[in-house]
């Protein structure tokens, strides 16, 4: 046998021998884009950290998730909402909800305004995004007329927002004046301002200039957020369909874990433990 | 045998600088292909009226309208333009025919490294000074507005307009010049009756250029203009925000599902950019072919 021939021998061994060696579970998860990086920063760790189960992470939107776990095309559907009624009754009660993190948005102003103005309610809140209320005098502040700050649409956080204070986030906030494409751009746009409203994840609050108010009498802290006091917070969940396998269960509880909470504080939303 | 080597190895490099010469055009046709390809759909799936006409970019509801978009990108354009035309032809005279020797050789290349400032540059200089200094001359609810859009971008179209023009009045012949001046007519009406006339086209095929470079920006305008789609109200007023062509592309494309309304529609805003953008430089480069002609040279 010369030289060419075993390295090709030996390297056809090493091709057939590794899906041999690496016969892993594979575990896949689907659905929304506002849980994706966590759970696909939660994969990556947990894939490293044992060799039984591999984890594949894909995006799609929470229907598409929970679709897919109802069909089985997913082991794990992901939804930044609850499951739907109809879809219950489409796909049968057999859905188990695991909530793994909770998502809070903080309705922020300029400071100049935050010394008169430290309490809204939602409908006022809604107002002044929706043009309807355009000077600050209106809500027992300065006679100012308001900025409104969005983010563009595909943000989770203007999702979570629209749904709390309009009703569904395909609704159009019409007072906006400018749309920032993240939270740090949405942050210089406030502080820059003297008149300005807009919303923050929680995870960007701080500094002198850009301060979080009051919705309905609550200010948004962790607590109030995980308690579920403060109006305007999701939970962000994993589905999974009928009895939770073990590979599934393991998965879940290393998210629900101390290191998957600490990823699930790194990537801005608010742990549940 | 010799010889005939020497034959093929001067036929292949021939090939080689062709294939060269070609890897252009073949690459411009791929792109009116590609994007065509990915923007017809969006046509038929809005109906062509609705999306060009359609006053609504939303995708929340699956509502695409190129209206807001076309009339910023309109707004901006003819706001930078004008900005750049009314101090940048000016200084081109100067340039060619008023400056000492020495201040042109400090004055050009400075224009030139304007040209070569990255955009993201532009943007941030426009955050951090421009937008806080119109909301406070001009008492608008914010800076970020077409206005500052315009200033932005003018500035960026400046070295455009400059440095065409320059040439194109440098080279208008000098016994022209000298004629008139002989003749008794002083400097400012040399400029002005004989000199400017001679050289317009080059001036007008700089501000065509200008044109395709304001229309095709996008990091910078993205930053000041205010990203909201919406039509302003009057149509012309410059002093809100609003949303052009490309930032709307840049905004929205990273977002968009492959495949979905949303990625064919944001293809189709750019169908319309680069047809709007090629009729620009084909006019332009008819303009430069009709000035050689003229002028005589090369």
């Known amino acids: ?273 | 045998m010799r010889a005939n080597f020497k034959n093929i190895k001067e036929k292949l490099i021939e090939d080689l600088l062709f294939i060269a010469a070609i890897s252009s055009i073949v690459v411009i046709l791929f792109i009116f292909i590609f994007l065509m390809k990915e923007g017809a759909f969006a046509f038929l799936e809005n109906g062509v009226f609705n999306f060009i006409f359609g006053t609504k970019w939303r995708m929340e509801t699956g509502t695409y309208g190129m209206a807001p978009l076309i009339i910023g990108s309109l707004l901006v354009t003819i706001g930078a333009v004008g900005f750049a035309t009314i101090l940048g032809i000016p200084s081109a005279i100067f340039l060619s025919e008023l400056a000492p020797p020495r201040m042109g050789n400090i004055l050009k290349p400075t224009v030139e490294l304007l040209n070569s400032i990255p955009s993201i540059v532009y943007g941030f200089i426009g955050v951090v000074l421009l937008l806080t200094s119109l909301r406070d001359t001009f008492d608008m609810i914010d800076g970020h507005s077409f206005l500052a859009g315009s200033i932005l971008l003018g500035v960026m179209a400046l070295p455009t307009i400059i440095t065409i023009s320059d040439d194109a009045i440098t080279s208008v012949p000098k016994d022209l010049r000298e004629g008139s001046l002989a003749l008794g007519a002083t400097r400012w009406q040399t400029i002005r009756r004989v000199v400017l006339p001679s050289a317009i086209s080059g001036i007008m095929a700089s501000i065509l250029l200008a044109i395709g470079r304001v229309l095709g920006e996008t990091m910078a305008i993205m930053l000041v203009v205010g990203c909201v789609a919406r039509v302003p109200s009057p149509f012309f007023n410059f002093f809100q925000s609003g949303d052009t062509m490309t930032a709307r592309i840049a905004s929205e494309m990273g977002e968009a599902a492959r495949g979905s309304l949303q990625y064919h529609s944001l293809f189709g805003i750019g169908v319309l950019l680069l047809i709007i953008v090629t009729v620009l430089n084909v006019i332009a480069d008819l303009i430069r072919v009709r000035i050689q002609k003229k002028v005589g040279r090369g």
Not at chain 1, 172 to 187: L, V
Not at chain 1, 225 to 249: F, N, Q
């Open chain 1, 1 to 273: 046998m010369d030289k060419k021939k075993m390295i090709f021998s030996i390297f056809l061994i090493a091709i057939l021998t590794v899906p041999a060696v690496h016969s892993a579970e594979v575990l896949t998860i689907t659905g929304s884009s506002t849980v994706l990086p966590v759970a696909a920063k939660c994969a990556e760790v947990f894939n490293e950290k044992q060799d039984d189960i591999i984890v594949q992470v894909s995006g799609g939107g929470s229907g598409h998730g929970i679709e897919a776990v109802a069909t089985g095309k997913a082991d794990i559907g992901m939804a930044s909402r609850e499951v739907k009624d109809s879809e219950i009754n489409k796909y049968g009660d057999r859905f188990i909800e695991h909530t793994i993190a909770k998502d809070g948005v903080a309705v922020v102003v300029s400071s100049d305004i935050y010394k008169k103005v430290q309490n809204l309610t939602k409908e006022q809140i809604k107002m002044i995004f929706d043009g309807k209320i355009k000077n600050w005098k209106e809500v027992g502040g300065p006679d100012r007329r308001i900025l409104v700050v969005v983010r563009k649409s595909g943000s989770g956080t203007r999702d979570t927002f629209m749904e709390a204070i309009f009703g569904s986030s395909k609704e159009e906030a019409r007072g906006k004046y400018i749309e920032t494409s993240e939270n740090s751009e949405m942050k210089t746009a406030i502080s820059q301002s003297d008149i300005a409203i807009g919303y923050l994840g929680l995870g960007y609050l701080g500094g002198k200039e850009v301060k979080a108010i009051a919705v309905d009498g609550v200010f948004p802290t962790k607590e109030t957020v995980k308690d579920g006091t403060y109006p305007i917070a999701r939970s962000l969940y994993l589905y999974t369909m009928g009895k939770t396998s073990l590979e599934e269960g393991k998965f879940i509880n290393f998210i629900l874990s101390e290191e998957g909470q600490k990823i699930i504080k790194e990537e801005g939303f608010v742990s549940v433990r």
